[in-house]
């Protein structure tokens, strides 16, 4: 069933929304070749704590950690570890926030150190996608207009389109209905309607786009071919005219 969120609860999405935003901003200070996957998500948990905030990720259907870390061919769920960031790597940070029963999810992909030219255009092209199919919402719109844009703005710079996994509600849990994928036809899909509240998620990757989980456990999701992916997202409020990002710029 999808909800249509009331003032009350639109305000307090703003306000884990805005936490979410920094949060974000404040990993992004310690980002560098040497430090570990683990002390980014310390960072985060203290980070969100402080304040009066939760980590909605942590120990969601047994998710051990606050933030997923993805690096390089890890398209999702990467789970914090000792393992340390090296220059050059791709690296994804999606992170849930939660604040009095309401939740917001958002991710950005960063490069470290120099790359090359087609990892840079993976990682821009990525986020442009992603306001690409945010371009197309408002109330009245359909489901399917978002993934069209998005998979079209893709397939025009030589990217794949993830197809296994999806853009989704938000609300009262991280997932809610309806499905929000990345790709579709224009004018099919549920329509939006005012005041409902989506996770939008590009996940791109640079070969193909075909997925599978890692022998290491059920959480992490990698590329088949082993070519690295980028992934952004922003949790937005359907308005009448388009669209409120909750998650910050």
Not at 119 to 135: F, H, M, P, Q, R
Request: with cysteine; charged share 25%; net charge negative.
């Amino acid at each position: 069933m999808i909800s249509i969120k009331s003032p009350r609860e639109i305000s307090l999405m703003r306000y884990a929304g805005h936490i979410n935003y920094l949060t974000h901003e404040e990993i992004k200070k310690h980002l560098r070749p040497g430090i570990t996957t683990e002390e980014l998500d310390r960072i985060a948990y203290n980070f969100i704590i402080k304040h009066d905030c939760i980590p909605s990720c942590l120990n969601y259907e047994g998710y051990p950690k606050s933030i997923c870390i993805s690096i390089n061919d890890e398209v999702v769920h990467g789970i914090p570890s000792k393992r340390k960031i090296k220059n050059h790597d791709v690296v994804s940070i999606d992170l849930c926030v939660g604040y009095k029963g309401y939740h917001t999810d958002a991710a950005r992909t960063y490069i470290i150190g120099s790359s090359s030219k087609e990892i840079e255009d993976l990682v821009e092209n990525t986020k442009k996608a992603l306001y690409e199919g945010l371009s197309k919402i408002k109330a009245g719109a359909k489901i399917g207009d978002i993934g069209n844009a998005i998979s079209t703005f893709a397939h025009q710079h030589n990217l794949s389109v993830v197809e296994a996994l999806c853009g989704h509600g938000v609300g009262t849990t991280i997932h809610e209905d309806p499905d929000v994928p990345n790709f579709g036809i224009k004018n099919t899909g549920k329509t939006l309607k005012e005041g409902m509240t989506i996770a939008v998620e590009p996940m791109l990757n640079l070969g193909d786009k075909e997925v599978c989980m890692t022998d290491l456990n059920d959480w992490v999701i990698v590329t088949e071919d082993g070519l690295p992916s980028a992934h952004f997202e922003h949790t937005v409020l359907i308005t009448k005219d388009g669209y409120e990002i909750l998650t910050g710029e």
